[in-house]
């Protein structure tokens, strides 16, 4: 018995395998019937599609440069804080060329011919010139005092000859006993008094010249002050910042020099050049190496979108690197850099901000149009046009400019790659290429 039953329990057991196989056979088969099915469906769907039409670029070598990016705040080059050394009321303000009334923004004209420049303002002269006639007396008085105590010195020279000549007459006279002895000594008095009047009109004489030299010092200041009653435009430029106004008092003590912010604040006039331009940087250490004196500089005011399409023609200043500081910033890890513009339109504006990008480096490479690249977590790709299709196809890139970007592998020279449009694309998909990139070479 025991032996039918392990026959019995083994002819069952070879029989569901049996089965089993077979069913998962019959499952196999069922699934490649379905896939089939949906491969036969899904290109017939594909070949029925209307192509996608789109704009292709040509995948060529050219020049693509490097840029690096730093902001920074734009200074005029030439600003001048134009400053009354006198206290007093501002009795006058000048007129632009427009016969208004100056004020911030209003054109000014430097120095020509020999000639001052602009006036620009001026205070109340009445008490300078009182100080300055005051001065001119004392310098006038001063100098009859030294004229009379070279008067003096002379008659005391004079003096002191004679009384020389005196007392060598009595000496002898006195040695040979013709006069008394107090006779000689009434000699030797006088020619000792007569060298002290010499000694004491030297004194006085240079008394007076030094009293002269401090009269005229102080004429000098005083007019000196006059001068300095009244501001002139150093050089052609713009008013910047004007803080004075007709009937102002004005003291040099008002002037707040403890930063530049505020002295322009304080400041009677600010004037500056808008035609220089210049933009303080601070570039990172791992790429300041790569800037150097008058490189090639794009200046940008404010914040502008790098990929618009008109922010070239519209907001483009060039520029230069004017100086690269081999000192490195400790706190910011930074070296300072320098940029200078010469604008003819003034779109850069004095304390305004700007974005500059450097061109370092520009070589020759395969490139594409930056508007071509798509991304998948972070990994670029674009479609190439082939054979009526889209194909999907990553890429590795290099460096990138304003339009172009590198291409290092995935693609090569003559490809085309898809730019409008690409955003509607699956590989595989059809498409109709509708024109090309331009572009500054020629393909056929």
Same mark, same amino acid.
Request: proline fraction near 4%; hydrophobic fraction near 40%.
């Given at each position: 018995?025991?032996?039918?039953?392990?026959?019995?329990?083994?002819?069952?057991?070879?029989?569901?395998?049996?089965?089993?196989? !077979?069913?998962?056979? $019959?499952?196999?088969?069922?699934?490649?019937?379905?896939?089939?099915?949906?491969?036969?469906?899904?290109?017939?769907?594909?070949?029925?599609?209307?192509?996608?039409?789109?704009?292709?670029?040509?995948?060529?070598?050219?020049?693509?440069?490097?840029?690096?990016?730093?902001?920074?705040?734009?200074?005029?080059?030439?600003?001048?804080?134009?400053?009354?050394?006198?206290?007093?009321?501002?009795?006058? !303000?000048?007129?632009?060329?427009?016969?208004?009334?100056?004020?911030?923004?209003?054109?000014?004209?430097?120095?020509?011919?020999?000639?001052?420049?602009?006036?620009?303002?001026?205070?109340?002269?009445?008490?300078?010139?009182?100080?300055?006639?005051?001065?001119?007396?004392?310098?006038?008085?001063?100098?009859?005092?030294?004229?009379?105590?070279?008067?003096?010195?002379?008659?005391?020279?004079?003096?002191?000859?004679?009384?020389?000549?005196?007392?060598?007459?009595?000496?002898?006279?006195?040695?040979?006993?013709?006069?008394?002895?107090?006779?000689?000594?009434?000699?030797?008095?006088?020619?000792?008094?007569?060298?002290?009047?010499?000694?004491?009109?030297?004194?006085?004489?240079?008394?007076?010249?030094?009293? !002269?030299?401090?009269? $005229?010092?102080?004429?000098?200041?005083?007019?000196?002050?006059?001068?300095?009653?009244?501001?002139?435009?150093?050089?052609?430029?713009?008013?910047?910042?004007?803080?004075?106004?007709?009937?102002?008092?004005?003291?040099?003590?008002?002037?707040?020099?403890?930063?530049?912010?505020?002295?322009?604040?304080?400041?009677?006039?600010?004037?500056?050049?808008?035609?220089?331009?210049?933009?303080?940087?601070?570039?990172?250490?791992?790429?300041?190496?790569?800037?150097?004196?008058?490189?090639?500089?794009?200046?940008?005011?404010?914040?502008?979108?790098?990929?618009?399409?008109?922010?070239?023609?519209?907001?483009?200043?060039?520029?230069?690197?004017?100086?690269?500081?081999?000192?490195?910033?400790?706190?910011?890890?930074?070296?300072?850099?320098?940029?200078?513009?010469?604008?003819?339109?003034?779109? $850069?504006?004095?304390?305004?901000?700007?974005?500059?990008?450097?061109?370092?480096?520009?070589?020759?490479?395969?490139?594409?149009?930056?508007?071509?690249?798509?991304?998948?977590?972070?990994?670029?790709?674009?479609?190439?046009?082939?054979?009526?299709?889209?194909?999907?196809?990553?890429?590795?890139?290099?460096?990138?400019?304003?339009?172009?970007?590198?291409?290092?592998?995935?693609?090569?020279?003559?490809?085309?790659?898809?730019?409008?449009?690409?955003?509607? !694309?699956?590989?595989?998909?059809?498409?109709?290429?509708?024109?090309?990139?331009?572009?500054?070479?020629?393909?056929?």
């Amino acid at each position: 018995m025991p032996n039918a039953h392990k026959k019995r329990t083994r002819r069952t057991w070879i029989i569901w395998s049996v089965f089993t196989l !077979l069913a998962a056979l $019959l499952v196999l088969a069922t699934l490649e019937a379905v896939e089939a099915q949906f491969n036969l469906r899904n290109s017939q769907t594909t070949q029925e599609l209307d192509p996608v039409r789109v704009t292709a670029a040509w995948v060529e070598t050219g020049p693509v440069t490097q840029w690096i990016v730093a902001e920074g705040s734009v200074r005029a080059v030439r600003k001048t804080h134009l400053l009354f050394e006198n206290t007093g009321k501002v009795v006058f !303000l000048g007129m632009d060329r427009d016969g208004l009334e100056l004020r911030e923004g209003s054109v000014v004209t430097g120095p020509r011919n020999g000639e001052p420049g602009q006036l620009l303002a001026r205070l109340d002269t009445r008490d300078v010139e009182s100080t300055i006639d005051q001065s001119q007396a004392a310098v006038e008085e001063a100098r009859q005092q030294l004229e009379a105590a070279r008067g003096a010195l002379t008659r005391a020279n004079n003096d002191l000859a004679e009384a020389n000549s005196q007392f060598l007459r009595a000496k002898n006279l006195w040695e040979q006993g013709y006069i008394p002895e107090q006779d000689y000594e009434q000699a030797r008095t006088n020619s000792l008094n007569a060298q002290e009047a010499v000694a004491s009109a030297e004194a006085d004489l240079a008394a007076q010249q030094a009293r !002269l030299e401090s009269a $005229l010092a102080e004429a000098e200041r005083a007019t000196r002050g006059q001068e300095h009653t009244a501001l002139y435009a150093p050089y052609d430029g713009v008013i910047a910042r004007l803080n004075v106004r007709v009937g102002d008092h004005f003291d040099p003590s008002y002037v707040d020099r403890s930063s530049e912010a505020r002295l322009s604040a304080t400041a009677p006039v600010t004037i500056i050049d808008p035609g220089e331009m210049e933009i303080e940087l601070l570039v990172p250490q791992y790429e300041a190496h790569m800037v150097r004196p008058d490189q090639e500089v794009l200046v940008l005011p404010g914040a502008i979108d790098w990929y618009s399409d008109s922010w070239v023609e519209d907001y483009e200043q060039p520029g230069r690197v004017y100086s690269v500081s081999p000192q490195v910033d400790r706190d910011r890890r930074a070296s300072r850099v320098l940029v200078r513009v010469h604008q003819e339109v003034n779109q $850069l504006l004095d304390g305004m901000f700007a974005t500059c990008w450097i061109a370092v480096r520009t070589e020759q490479a395969l490139r594409i149009p930056l508007g071509c690249l798509l991304f998948d977590d972070g990994d670029p790709y674009v479609f190439v046009a082939k054979d009526g299709a889209a194909h999907k196809r990553e890429i590795s890139t290099g460096i990138s400019d304003q339009e172009y970007v590198a291409v290092l592998d995935g693609l090569e020279s003559g490809e085309r790659v898809v730019l409008q449009g690409r955003q509607r !694309l699956m590989h595989g998909l059809p498409l109709q290429v509708l024109e090309h990139y331009a572009t500054d070479q020629n393909h056929e």
